[in-house]
DNA sequence: ATCCGGAAGC
DNA sequence: GCTTCCGGAT
């Protein structure tokens, strides 16, 4: 099989079978005798899953409640959901957001009757071809309701993987998939999905987790070393837009590189001349002026087509600018003329690389 | 005021 | 791969 050459060595991320398995045992004996008592986990049949877990996307158990009692007394099965009109659908889901929920919900009602007579698909394949269903919600309720061997990954169990196998960098979102699959236990899908994520959301919780009543704190490699509520790392999230002025000067055919003076979130020894902005407005001023800085003339700048560059949870507006003339000369040391090819070579920034090739594309 | 989060559409 | 969709918790 050719996936042998995939890894050389076993990951080391994976936790070896003995710790494995004594991790199953442990969550799913704590999940039996601790699970909260939840309207879709009484009578778990397809469609109350299916309801729940629409309800429960980006949206939290305390707040899904009152709204999936009065759901399904209003729309009890299939039938009854697609017959109803949108706007009726939407009546009852009023208040929950992110309304396009409700309408995809009610659109895979209405494939699924008549031509299905109501009945909700068994295949994995059939279930996530329905509108409003990704790869997560086809997984839970194949899962959760058919006890199908699926993996699942949601944000409550991306956190409690990463404290458990206290992962410090990124990883692809397959790596949390590939956890899951490696740690399901074949029979018991559904204790054992629904398990991880009451962990994440009742004890493996974001801020303070209770690692004093966790049931797998023994196999957890977060506590073990350190301070579990500091894994996963936190990223500011939603900081302030950040604008950032980049100069693209050039002389005969060569490009102007700066050693110094990039902002601190900008990585790689080499870069192009660039300065944080206030604001949007004042870019094509400060241009000017660190134009004038490095040139020692008054050149006036050209703007190039701004664009967006995210790196590290930061939203940059990367605002290029070019020039009317060549300059001649540049005053003081830490820059270096260099040809467009070898720049983008020397350049290690993602970032700088963008403002070069939109340089060239606008003919700067 | 900031963090949190699945799917779809681009 | 980035945005948008929303309300609740803190």
């Known amino acids: 099989m050719k996936r042998l050459y995939f890894r050389e060595t076993p990951p080391a991320e994976y936790l070896d079978p003995r710790r494995a398995s004594a991790f199953r045992r442990r969550l799913l004996r704590w999940y039996l005798d601790n699970r909260r008592v939840l309207p879709w986990r009484d009578t778990p049949t397809p469609y109350r899953v299916w309801i729940s877990e629409i309800m429960l996307q980006q949206t939290q158990v305390g707040t899904v409640l009152p709204y999936y009692d009065r759901f399904l007394q209003r729309f009890p099965d299939i039938p009854s959901l697609a017959r109803a009109s949108e706007s009726d659908v939407l009546q009852r889901w009023a208040g929950l957001g992110y309304y396009g929920r409700a309408r995809r919900l009610h659109q895979a009602a209405r494939i699924l009757w008549p031509a299905r007579q109501g009945k909700f698909p068994e295949e994995y394949e059939a279930v996530l071809a329905l509108p409003g269903i990704g790869p997560y919600t086809a997984g839970a309720i194949c ?114 590189l700066a050693s110094s003076g990039k902002p601190g979130f900008i990585p790689g020894a080499w870069g192009l001349p660039c300065r944080v902005l206030a604001d949007a407005a004042s870019a094509e001023s400060e241009a000017a002026r660190l134009i004038r800085e490095i040139t020692g003339r008054a050149v006036s700048p050209v703007p190039l087509p701004p664009f967006r560059h995210a ?17 001649t000369t540049v005053q003081g040391g830490g820059y270096q003329w260099v040809n467009r090819k070898r720049g983008k070579d020397r350049v290690l920034s993602s970032l700088f690389r963008k403002a070069l090739e939109a340089g060239a594309g606008a003919g700067a």
């Open 311 to 327: 790196i590290t949870h930061r939203r940059i507006t990367v605002h290029p600018f070019g020039s009317t003339a060549e300059p």
């Open 143 to 256: 899962s959760i309701a058919y006890n199908q061997p699926r993996p699942v990954v949601d944000g409550n169990i991306r956190r409690v993987l990463v404290r458990l196998l206290r992962i410090g960098g990124k990883v692809r979102e397959g790596f949390f998939w590939d956890q899951m699959t490696a740690l399901l236990p074949p029979n018991q899908a559904s204790s054992f999905n629904q398990a991880m994520m009451e962990l994440g959301a009742m004890v493996c919780t974001p801020h303070r987790p209770q690692c004093g009543s966790c049931p797998v704190a023994r196999v957890c490699r977060a506590l073990e070393s350190g301070n579990p509520s500091r894994v996963p790392v936190k990223h500011p999230r939603g900081s302030r837009p950040v604008h950032l002025l980049v100069l693209l000067l050039e002389k005969e055919g060569r490009v102007l």
